[in-house]
């Protein structure tokens, strides 16, 4: 197995030269890209690990999937899916056409920006530090590591740069999709993408959803069994952004990607994977990632389909 | 000419049944619908008045075409029109669909409201008091009435729900559009938006316009007059929503709508019309006084074609 | 007058390097780029000419004022617009997005392609003959030019690539704007688009328009006054394809481009003017006819705003 | 397992009366809409059979799968996916939008009507007959069915009122993705689309693809396992039409719809299910045969997420 990783990371490197970081968040812009990492946790616990697999990054949209387990958790899936769709899109990911064209307004799914805001404004809570601390805690627990916070710098750096975001904040905001106040969503919305984790810690957030919501480490259940396959159907349909259908032919796997350049992965029933590359394709997917997923998942036979 | 528009008026009044004033903004539906009311202005000075011509009436987009104006004169058409198009569109007057679609991401013209809010960002001031004082001493000139004010109620209200009108500014502070503190803008497009004016005051600016720039009281030039034919050209063009080009055929003047009930129209060379009834058709179009300006350009003759 | 002419053709002529005949239609790409002509008709039949103003070209879309004309006459106005809209669009001439996100399904206004084909389905006749014939009659009528016939080789050509009209003409009849034969009406509109004249054949047009339907020849009434305040109206709002806007602004006169090269202008109660330049701007306007009548109506002050 | 069928079967039935047949193709809209049937095989040939599973169907878009198999078989992958996409949408199946507004011009999957005649357009054969041959001779291969034919009543019902597709075509021959006769592809299309089927030969279909291409009666490898991986795929994320999310959450297996009624869906590594109701959902799915899909998954345990 260990040489399986390793051969994957070797051929991953090979595309990183075609990609470069997130330009439309200054800070992300910085990070070395020449990286690339990957952790590999089976649902009995049992891991390897290859490359800069514990170089820090931020998480970015992965934390998509978190925060619709909280909504779901807090309000209920009825709730939530009469706000937010359950339909993949051909369109970008901050796109804001459809909110304007689809006759009920709503963001077609949790994994596109629209449809994420939408999900964080459903999140309980007193207040947004209240709320984000509920979100951290769930983090840490499903990523087994207590240790998790987030990057002030790159919530700032959001933050200050997150206009499109705000466009769609407030257009849902015009149609009832949003309730609360549009830039305390927005506040919880930039603080989730920058929470800091490695290869282990999203592995480890794969491998509880591919054991069906229990713990590879205490063996504990952290979620209900329903849960983890609507997140798991969510990251077929829609979670590489509008790469999603190329992924799932070439690759075949569940899986969320940030534009920090980490891709999170759960193959059901067996293992979760975590890469990390920072150097990021046309569509905002790590290039060395889908590379080094797509040779594990021919090589091990990973594929659902 | 008091006779004919009377009759106008009396025209006019057989519709009002068919509209209802604004629902979007609350301020704006606590209004008497049933109020009709013109004031026509001569070049020379001359004027008639109708109905509730006195009634006092917030100016909405009609100060679209004064914040143009303003814009031309501070920066000069070229770096205007380098961020605002200048064609009409088939979209409705919020939409933000063609600031996605198309490649420039320039708002196509500056009477639907995100071109009407990057115009406003191109105002000048050392402060947004200090741009708003300027728009009203223009709003003052223009409308010769120095008592000219706006409505806190309005503003406020406009303030507190103009969430599209946020969505729209934060897209194009994203494209790079507005340059400016994107609240600050919207502040000022809020507070344009609730000047409070009466069928005379509207008139007053149709007939400077119609006079190429001159005043009709005092026979002093006020603007350029190639600066009056672009305002004109835009009212024909896009004055009255999505149905300007049905306006432009069943009444054939430069004309620009509020859904504050107001209607200013300038029939080149001759007068001003101003009228105002707060009942709106489906495009938010003052409907008493379209029928009204239809019946005096078909009795008059009026119409440019 | 006829220096005036001669110095706005010079004027015009200084620009044909920046544009290039029209690609997409075989038949029209293998013309000489460098023809510039121009004639004026006043409405008392006075008339100057200069540079290639006898130079034969395809009628193109300045033909849908024409067949305007005829579906108006024969089934009337509120037959019409009960299937074609009268609003200007932001859109390109070809587009068929609005066919699908529009509820009605109306093409927006007879002068884009969609309305044109839709136009074309209302006129009259016992076959696609018998139709064309009537048109060919009213365009001889109009342009008082017996001879007016149609390009066999031009007609071939559109037909066999016309595959965008296709998309737009079948799109049209499954939604039942379209009653005929969809190949049929196509015939029509492949024929009259290849409709050959001169640059004196669309001022005469142009005279008879700005003449309100009299013949500046004959003196014979050939339209109805109201009919021909429509087509103008139109020729404003949405004439020059998505540059109508500009054109009102730069030229501010009722004007219909094709891609053959021709513009036929019309200037109310005064006189025709038709432009013939082959290379075409990005939006697929005579580069050489625009900046020719922009020069012809700032020099004789002749914008209608 | 017999018990369970007839269980869904019963589950099902509850659910038709809130649907209705196709109306947009007459001959379609005739149908009995009390119908519901289906029939289970697994990759060993063991089947189980219930309710009206003899019962005779158009194929429609199911047959989307046998001609992406064909064009992939006839042309590689990369030839067929440079002129169609891998990625869902979130449009309507029969929607036209996103030819015109995504750069490369290319549907966005072979699932989507435009995708599916595009896909027939790269099917090879001498002549129409020709390749409408060699299809059904796949589809009898594959369904274990030497007596499929096509419906020509159908056929011709879909031909002489398919203009929807026919504005599709055009569109793409316009664009270059389409290359032979646009009438000839869609007559394929047409012809495709009118195959007669019972709920046995898409189960059969379904089992072939779940056992990664062999057949579940003779043991003989039909595809290679590459393409019925391609194929599933395409059937989980857009295989619904615009429910395709919604499906994937509820019921968590690929599966193809179509208008007449029938669902084909797989199980991978276990059986092929056929279900067959006429009594059609808002997005075009069987609505009970939805419903019993999603009691037998729910049931057996049979989501691959």
């Known amino acids: ?67 619709l387990i909280m909504a779901v958790v807090d309000r209920g899936a009825d709730y939530v899916f009469a706000k937010v769709g359950m339909e993949p899109t051909g369109d970008a990911f901050n796109s804001i056409i459809k909110l304007e064209t689809i006759k009920t307004a709503k963001p077609l799914n949790p994994m596109i920006n629209a449809g994420a805001i939408a999900i ?6 007193e207040s947004i530090d209240k709320k984000f601390e509920r979100v951290l805690d769930m983090f840490r627990r499903l990523c ?63 491998a ?30 829609c979670g590489m952004y509008d790469a999603s259908g190329e992924f799932a032919i070439r690759v075949g796997l569940p899986a969320k990607s940030g534009v920090g350049g980490g891709i999170m992965a759960s193959v059901p029933g067996k293992m979760g994977i975590g890469v990390y590359g920072p150097a990021l394709d046309e569509k905002g997917n790590s290039i060395g990632g889908i590379k080094t997923l797509e040779y594990l998942s021919n090589e091990m036979d990973l594929s659902i389909f």
Not at 218 to 235: A, D, H, Q, Y
């Open 208 to 237: 509880v959803l591919a054991g069906d919501g229990v713990s590879p480490v205490t063996g504990e259940r952290l979620l209900p069994r329903s849960l983890t396959r609507l997140v798991k159907t969510f990251m077929v349909t």
């Open 120 to 125: 964080d404004s459903m999140i309980q809570g």
């Open 1 to 67: 197995m260990q040489e399986i990783i390793d051969r994957a990371i070797k051929h991953g490197w090979g595309y990183i030269g075609y990609g470069k970081p997130a330009a439309y968040i200054p800070e992300l812009s910085k990070v070395n890209p020449n990286q690339l990492g990957i952790s590999v946790i089976q649902i009995n616990g049992e891991n390897w690990n290859s490359g800069d697999y514990e170089a820090k990054f931020t998480i970015q949209s992965i934390s998509k999937t978190v925060a």
């Open 144 to 206: 087994h590591n207590h240790s998790i916070g987030n990057s002030e710098q790159v919530y700032n750096s959001e933050k200050a740069t997150g206009f499109r975001n705000r466009a769609l904040a407030h257009f849902m905001k015009d149609s009832g999709i949003i309730e609360g106040e549009v830039e305390e969503v927005l506040d919880l919305y930039f603080k989730q993408c920058s929470v800091e984790v490695t290869c282990k810690d999203i592995a480890m957030l794969g």
